[in-house]
């Protein structure tokens, strides 16, 4: 695996640049049967609905790649990759404790080392070659963007097996990534209702159906020879977006291209470690240089980015050990009441700086954001304090160039209170669920269905678990200092009240 350096955005795929007229060349027309034979095998297709593809269980049928754990192509992974520039690695691919499978030290590994120099040659980009180059030419002339682009490609490499040059890469990948993407929409309210990190998956669900309707209605539609529907369809687009969310890195120094990396993307993640890859110019490969020292039959690890417990299980489906990821964090949601006698003025406020009436932030057990603060001022703020809603709202974006830590002393009980109570609102969710987990799935008696409750609840509980810790600790910071302000109100009245009866 590798960092995802990017969460995808709410639209993957702009309105295309048409600039093709529909035709398609004559040798294009032989291209459709040859991939049907070189598959002999049918990929089973849905019918696209956002509100219907999560209801159900997902029946894969991808014919290619490996189950999460195997090794097996790993040996061919690595002639291939030798045979085609890789230099000697101190590092083997083998089954391990953490991720099921890793690359693990064959050799001692020095702190500071450079590892791994993976030529660009290896490395799978938007300007990769097609087998095809056709297909390619077409989505270039439509100007799709990167991650459709490569998802596009890689489900087009791995259609012609042995034939791509990508073949022994492609057979190692994982044939059903661990992602939420993979979560039917029962399981996602079954095991994630308490936690913000469910909408999170529904949302990029719709993002990924949405952008194969797109391509499929604007470019697929148009060259059925190019991309039969049996091939390129909502099961394969699961499988290539969820082999990108898992894999994809973004390397800075090379104009910060996307690409994937076979072989680094073998790479654990470590909450622990700092080391991330990127492309070295001077031995022109990619590499990580190793924050610590590893010895021979030591799992080697990066990091796949600063992301709270729920974002790695939203796009590299594990979640770790409470208490040992220092980016962990727990989004709150806080929203202005319609009750508010001020709504309508709060809610142009917020929608001058990008912000809607219901926010969520994150919080981790350090604290919270400067933003969340000013929104709950906004929330509690009386109408005679409508002057200030502007500036209020500004501080709670984070597009605000400059962040401003405003204080508002004459409510801000107020909105610690508001914090308070919508803290305790999710603990209250994350414990009930947490009880319930116990009861749950008992009557199930399908082996292979029980395995898989089993594993996505724990998956859950382990989630939930980190997430009301933080909570807890939020619950309890805040209750300190409401007391410690209301302590010293109670010490100013008495103070006032003394003076009061001094000068009767």
């Not at 095998?41 to 754990?69: F, H, L, V």
């Amino acid at each position: 695996m590798a960092e995802v350096s990017r969460i995808l955005q709410s639209v993957l795929l702009p309105p295309f640049s048409h600039k093709l007229d529909g035709t398609t060349n004559s040798h294009f027309s032989s291209y459709k049967l040859y991939r049907r034979n070189k598959l002999n095998i049918s990929i089973r297709c849905s019918s696209i609905s956002t509100t219907e593809t999560t209801k159900s269980t997902k029946t894969q049928n991808i014919p290619w790649g490996c189950e999460t754990d195997s090794i097996e192509n790993a040996s061919n992974l690595q002639k291939w990759l030798s045979e085609s520039g890789l230099p000697s690695q101190k590092m083997d691919l083998q089954r391990v404790d953490v991720g099921e499978r890793g690359l693990v030290a064959n050799n001692n590994i020095r702190k500071g080392e450079k590892l791994l120099f993976v030529p660009p040659s290896l490395v799978i980009t938007a300007d990769s070659k097609w087998s095809n180059s056709d297909a390619g030419d077409v989505l270039k002339q439509y100007n799709v963007p990167d991650w459709p682009f490569i998802a596009t490609y890689l489900i087009s490499e791995a259609s012609f097996m042995k034939s791509s040059r990508w073949s022994n890469y492609i057979s190692a990948l994982p044939r059903q990534p661990y992602s939420l993407l993979y979560w039917t929409q029962s399981e996602l309210d079954r095991y994630l209702e308490a936690s913000q990190i469910r909408q999170r998956a529904v949302e990029r669900i719709n993002n990924v159906i949405g952008t194969y309707n797109d391509l499929r209605l604007r470019i697929f539609s148009r060259h059925p020879d190019l991309f039969p529907e049996e091939i390129f369809n909502i099961e394969t687009f699961n499988w290539s977006f969820g082999i990108l969310f898992s894999r994809l890195v973004r390397l800075p120094s090379m104009d910060g291209r996307v690409a994937l990396v076979p072989w680094a993307d073998m790479l654990n993640h470590n909450c622990e470690v700092e080391t991330f890859l990127d492309y070295d110019k001077s031995s022109q490969g990619i590499v990580f240089t190793t924050d610590r020292a590893y010895l021979p039959g030591e799992q080697v690890f990066i990091s796949y980015g600063r992301k709270s417990n729920g974002e790695l299980l939203l796009s590299y489906g594990f979640v770790p050990k409470e208490g040992t990821n220092p980016s962990d964090s727990v989004e709150v949601s806080l929203a202005l009441t319609k009750s508010d006698k001020c709504y309508k003025e709060k809610v142009e406020a917020l929608k001058k700086h990008g912000l809607s009436a219901s926010e969520s932030f994150p919080v981790q057990v350090t604290g919270w954001p400067l933003e969340l603060m000013a929104f709950a001022y906004l929330v509690v703020s009386p109408p005679s304090m409508s002057r200030q809603f502007e500036e209020m709202a500004a501080a709670a974006s984070n597009k605000a160039t400059s962040k401003k830590d405003i204080k508002y002393p004459e409510i801000e009980e107020d909105a610690l209170q508001f914090i308070l109570d919508s803290c305790e609102s999710s603990i209250s969710k994350y414990s009930k669920f947490l009880q319930a987990s116990g009861e749950m799935d008992l009557d199930v008696t399908n082996p292979k269905q029980l395995n898989r409750r089993v594993f996505l609840k724990q998956l859950a509980v382990d989630l939930c678990t980190s997430e009301r810790r933080i909570l807890y600790r939020s619950q309890y910071i805040l209750r300190r200092r409401l007391r410690d302000i209301r302590s010293g109100e109670l010490k100013a009245l008495n103070l006032f009240d003394g003076l009061k009866n001094l000068f009767k």
